[in-house]
């Protein structure tokens, strides 16, 4: 009841985070955060919803990875914070990276802190 009262007060952020990049399905985050095989981040001021992301944990071939799958809201320092404890959950499930999948403006806002290792081309057809 809890997550379901949560999801709902997180889902238009969610859903600007994905129409902004369409790298993913709304419904398919939602489902997978309902079911727990995702996780659901907030990040509140005074009860007042500032940020939010949603991440789910991958086994690549050689490692396991923590996968930012969105993220959006007011995000200053706000971010910082939710980051912070998302690589402490990474961490202490013995992820080997943190990726986040996003617009290109990430890049910029994360300078320092994470760095681009691959990129996504695409063609509009």
Known sequence: MWLQAMWTRARPL???????TDLCRLSEIEQAVLDGRSLLWLALENNELMAVATTELCRTEHSLVCIISSCAGRLGGELHQLLDGIEDYAR????????????????????????????????RL
């Open 14 to 20: 969610v859903r600007w985070a994905v129409d902004a």
């Open 92 to 123: 202490a499930e013995r992820c080997n990276y943190v990726r986040l999948f996003g617009r290109r403006g990430w890049s910029r806002k994360l300078k320092g802190r994470y760095v681009q290792r691959h990129v996504v081309l695409e063609r």
